[in-house]
């Protein structure tokens, strides 16, 4: 799927399904393969396989294919892709309901990322270590992993990964009965919802326009033929 057809769908999502997702289709474009020499198709697999398994609920399957690629990654001296690894193991172990194991993965996505000198990887492993301190209703512990989180989203321009900061320190307020601080979350994230919709309506609406004038001169050109048959 490209980036623009992943933005048109995304645009289709109510805001619960939104937040269901994040922990993986809005990180999908981060995930697109580092190959380096090394590395064989067979191995990038794995990661791939892992991430079917995790999206149809197969747990044991997609912590099997990860934990094998991360072996294959550590192998090859391949830190930042052991990151990543690490990190949907995680996402993982947070949706089987399981927030101990799955600090324990964050937090070594953590370590990996930063010895990768991974921006992006640093702000997906703190925003893990945020989901897995909610689940273990420690709000305020999420709420500062949430924060640290926006600095490196704000680095690398991934305001998805900033709105998703947003949205679960706005349901750690409310979790807590923080009126104030739910509000003012929630409304962070709507503007940039609000913005990113916005902007994918505008592609709609260029693709839209660009489809209507492509289908104009093919059948221009199909006439001039026509016609160019019938004079000789």
């Given at each position: 799927?490209?980036k ?14 939104t ?10 474009r ?10 064989s198709?067979t191995?990038?697999?794995?990661f ?6 995790e ?11 990860f934990v ?10 391949n ?11 995680g996402?993982v172990y ?77 349901r ?43 289908v ?14 019938k004079?000789?």
């Open positions: 799927m490209s623009t057809d992943a933005a048109l769908t995304h645009s289709q999502r109510t805001s619960e399904q937040r269901q997702l994040e922990a993986t289709a809005y990180y999908d981060e995930y697109k393969p580092n190959l380096e020499p090394t590395e198709a191995d990038m697999s794995l791939f396989r892992g991430q079917g398994y999206e149809s609920g197969e747990w044991d399957r997609a912590i099997g294919m094998e690629f991360s072996k294959r990654m550590h192998a090859r001296d830190i930042f892709e052991m990151s990543r690894a690490w990190d949907r193991l996402h947070s949706k089987m309901g399981e927030p101990e194991k799955a600090y324990v993965a964050f937090d070594r996505c953590l370590q990996l990322s930063r010895e990768a000198r991974s921006t992006s990887g640093v702000g997906r492993a703190l925003l893990g270590l945020g989901l897995s301190a909610e689940l273990r209703h420690q709000h305020r512990e999420a709420i500062r992993s949430f924060d640290r989180a926006v600095h490196y989203f704000r680095e690398t321009g991934d305001v998805i990964g900033e709105a998703g900061c947003y949205r679960g320190s706005q750690s307020y409310a979790a807590m009965n923080n009126v104030e601080g739910r509000d003012h979350y929630k409304d962070l994230a709507d503007e940039i919802e609000m913005r990113n919709e916005l902007a994918v309506q505008r592609v709609t609406e260029k693709m839209a326009s660009l489809r209507r004038r492509l104009g001169a093919t059948a221009s050109a199909t006439l001039a033929v026509a016609i160019s048959k004079q000789y």
